[in-house]
């Protein structure tokens, strides 16, 4: 699933291509992709329609438009989802679940989704800790990138939760925009084992943590994110690269790239965990 990075590239893309411009008209090809807009294909069509979009942002994984009207549309990628931007009178793709055009008669939009576990909906924006976001997001932390974001008061919700810290970091209440990927990075880069308990880290190494997790998602965005297959492209159907700088994630068998080691993968949460044995040591076991 997309991260941080791989969605902020996303919106970047939106930003230069979308904003500014009216809707024309809204075709929606698949019903699965419109389905967490409860109140179905017509009001969303015909709320859409006409609307212009004013701005594209994000929070954590999210993305969003803010129309002129107050509402915005709300999208989200899930495992395959893409935006593009597309000529008029390009042949459509295989998996094309929604087309939005323009009253410039320029490049339309397209809602391209292999698997459907992604979708758009409208949604309300409302006002959270001084920032409008849109309503059904309202529950998402801010994420590492947020100038907003505070790593002191985040440490320190991190250390107060009773959990394994890879958890702690996937929790999108806690801190957004971190998923698998940059989970395994960040600890790679601070030496914490993913099952080490969250209560029993340090303030330091709480911080040190976070602040790995923004510099590593910081670092993939000016690549492009991470690019594994086809399925995640910027607007323009391009891949990002940065796969190839990853330390931990994928490379089970490969040599530390710091001790030497062979990357080992283990189990987690119906997904993989990928870490170095000698250098991200697996905790002790408490005592009772």
């Known amino acids: 699933m997309p991260e941080l990075p791989e969605v902020e590239v996303v919106r970047s893309g939106l930003e230069t291509h979308v904003v500014g411009r009216t809707v024309t008209s809204v075709e929606v090809l698949h019903p699965r ?7 179905g ?3 969303f069509v015909g709320r859409l329609t006409g609307a212009k979009i004013t701005a594209a942002r994000r929070r954590g994984k999210y993305l ?6 107050g509402a915005a549309v709300l999208a989200h990628l899930g495992m395959s989802g ?13 998996h094309l679940r929604v087309r939005v055009r323009f009253a410039d008669d320029g490049p339309e939009l397209r809602f391209v989704d292999q698997r459907t576990f992604g979708g758009l909906s409208l949604s309300e924006l409302v006002e959270v800790d001084g920032t409008v976001v849109p309503s059904a997001v309202a529950h998402i932390a801010r994420d590492p990138m947020d100038p907003l974001f505070d790593v002191v008061a985040a440490s320190r919700a991190l250390r107060a939760r009773r959990t394994e810290v890879k958890r702690a970091l996937l929790d999108q209440t806690l801190v957004s925009g971190v ?10 880069r601070v030496g914490l084992h993913w099952s080490r308990p ?20 910081a670092e993939a965005l000016l690549v492009g994110g991470t690019s594994f297959d086809a ?3 910027n607007v323009n159907g391009e891949s990002g690269y940065f796969s190839r700088s990853l330390d931990a994630y994928g490379r089970e068998g490969e040599p530390c790239r710091r001790c030497g080691s062979p990357i080992v993968r283990e189990a987690f949460a119906n997904r993989s965990s990928f870490s170095c ?12």
């Not at 992709?33 to 109140?39: G, K, M, P, S, T």
């Not at 998923?179 to 790679?188: H, K, Q, R, S, T």
């Not at 044995?277 to 009772?288: D, E």
Request: with cysteine; charged share 30%.
């Open 277 to 288: 044995p000698s250098c991200q040591p697996k905790p002790r076991t408490r005592r009772r």
């Open 64 to 69: 969003w438009f803010d129309l002129a009207d």
């Open 82 to 94: 893409q935006m593009l931007v597309q000529p008029r009178g390009v042949v459509d793709e295989k």
């Open 179 to 188: 998923g698998n990927i940059y989970a395994d990075e960040a600890l790679w």
């Open 231 to 233: 399925l995640y492209v």
């Open 198 to 217: 969250t209560d029993r880290l340090t303030a330091t190494q709480a911080r040190d943590v976070l602040t790995a997790a923004a510099d590593v998602m």
């Open 33 to 39: 992709a419109i389905r967490r807009h409860v109140l």
């Open 41 to 43: 294909e017509a009001d």
